[in-house]
C-alpha cells in the first residue's frame, strides 16, 4: 500500500510542475495545452494510485481512471506534436543553436 502513496505524491509533485510549466507559457496555445493535458493525466494517475492505496480493488472506477489517463497522456503527445509542426518550439531551438555556436567558439578559441 506504501508504494501506491509514494507514486501517487510522485505523480502529484510533477502535475504541479508541468500546470506551472502551463502558465508560462502563455503565446503557445498547442504547447500549453500539451502540459495541461499531462498534468491532467498524472492527476488520473493519482487518483487511481489513491483508491489502491485507500484499499480499494480494481474495478470499473480504477479501470475508467486508467482509460483516461492514457487518454489525456495520448491527448498531449498529440498537442505536443502540434506543437511542434507549428513551430511553437522555434525559440528553444534558437537558443540551443546559440548555445552551441558560443560553446564551439569558447573551445576554438582555448585549441589555439
Known amino acids: 500500500m506504501e508504494g501506491y502513496v509514494v507514486r ?23 504547447r500549453r495545452r500539451a502540459f495541461i493535458l499531462a498534468a491532467a493525466a498524472l492527476l488520473a494517475f493519482v487518483a487511481y494510485n489513491g483508491t489502491l492505496a485507500a484499499g480499494g480493488t480494481v474495478g470499473p472506477l480504477q479501470v475508467g481512471l486508467a ?4 487518454a ?12 511542434w509542426r507549428y513551430g511553437e518550439l ?3 531551438r534558437e537558443q540551443l543553436a546559440a548555445a ?7 573551445h576554438a578559441k582555448h585549441d589555439e
Open 8 to 30: 501517487a505524491l510522485i505523480a502529484l509533485l510533477l502535475a504541479v510542475f508541468l500546470f506551472v510549466r502551463a502558465r508560462a507559457t502563455t503565446e503557445q496555445p498547442h
Open 67 to 70: 482509460i483516461a489517463g492514457m
Open 72 to 83: 489525456l497522456f495520448v491527448g498531449s503527445i498529440v498537442s505536443l506534436l502540434f506543437s
Open 90 to 92: 522555434r525559440g528553444e
Open 100 to 106: 552551441v555556436r558560443e560553446y564551439r567558439e569558447q
